[in-house]
């Protein structure tokens, strides 16, 4: 059985956040400045009791917790899994979250899961799959969900419309929020050489109630041509915070989390990363006072 309901924070606050990885817990506890906020792996936390939950509980007594999954396979052909979608819905009555996400992508082929989140091609059929898939999950958990740009490599051919229109139409139809990932953007403009400030212009920075920011790793493509992979296992590069102080300055403030998954550092380090994250938010609250 899990334990007792953690305190519910209604809202995460325009301040940064990380994703939270249980090697930080002490050093948390002892010193987040200026961390205000925590983003868990949904499918971390899907167990009954344990230690995981049991930190899971305290921590949320003292910060605003989002949840973000990562198995859903929203964008998937197949029918969306129940069991999983019974235990998502299940730790999000138990936790009350101030925020739950998932992936525009699919990540599963008949009975098999990978290890990837996938893009789609943007046409009606995917569109329509999608809506209804995020219908199921509104209703089943019973809370509005948050959709997240993904990084891609490639283009479709079949594709019809923009991703931020397809984007849009999602949220529309289905009154979910937008997650916006600036690495995935700035990641996706580099592999498919389209300009990221555009892709920001024309996004509906109103509808986002979360910003994700992580870094990546740099390859080349069959031809020399440089070729991004979204990694979240370094810092965050130059061009993608000079992206993130355009976002903020032309959409305003927002949650904005530092993701890193992979080779994860000492604390000081992912603080740090935060650090940053607060002194362009604090930055454009000055100047929207002016």
Same mark, same amino acid.
């Given at each position: 059985m899990l ?64 949840v973000h ?32 996400? $998932? =992936?525009? !992508?699919?990540?599963?082929? #008949? /009975? +098999? ?5 996938? *893009? ?101 493509? $069959? =031809?020399? !041509?440089?070729?991004?992979? #979204? /990694? +979240? ?5 130059? *061009? ?36 940053r994250a ?13």
């Open positions: 334990d007792a309901t953690p305190r519910r924070f209604d809202a995460l606050p325009n301040r940064p956040g990380v994703g939270y990885k249980p090697q930080h817990y002490s050093d948390i506890l002892e010193n987040p400045a200026p961390v205000a906020w925590l983003e868990i792996h949904a499918e971390n936390y899907m167990g009954d009791g344990g230690r995981p939950l049991a930190q899971l509980r305290h921590l949320a007594e003292r910060f605003a917790i989002s999954g990562v198995g859903l396979s929203i964008g998937g052909e197949a029918s969306l899994d129940t069991d999983h979608l019974a235990r998502l819905k299940h730790l999000n009555d138990w936790l009350q979250p101030a925020s739950f996400s $998932e =992936h525009l !992508a699919w990540s599963t082929h #008949d /009975s +098999h899961f990978l290890n990837d989140l996938l *893009p789609l091609p943007y046409t009606q059929e995917t569109l329509d799959r999608v809506v209804r898939h995020i219908d199921q999950v509104q209703e089943t958990v019973g809370r509005k969900m948050l959709l997240e740009n993904p990084s891609t490599y490639l283009a479709f051919e079949e594709t019809q419309m923009l991703e931020v229109d397809f984007l849009a139409e999602i949220a529309e139809r289905t009154g979910c929020g937008l997650l916006f990932d600036v690495n995935n953007v700035f990641v996706s403009a580099t592999n498919q050489k389209t300009d990221p400030y555009s892709y920001i212009d024309a996004f509906p920075l109103h509808l986002v109630g979360e910003i994700h920011l992580g870094g990546h790793d740099e390859d080349t493509d $069959e =031809h020399g !041509a440089p070729l991004l992979i #979204d /990694s +979240h296992g370094r810092e965050v590069v130059d *061009p993608v915070w000079e992206m993130y102080r355009y976002t903020i300055e032309k959409g305003g403030l927002k949650p904005s989390l530092i993701e890193w998954d992979n080779d994860v550092p000492d604390w000081p380090l992912l603080a740090a990363e935060a650090t607060a002194d362009i938010l604090d930055s454009a609250l000055v100047g929207a006072e002016k």
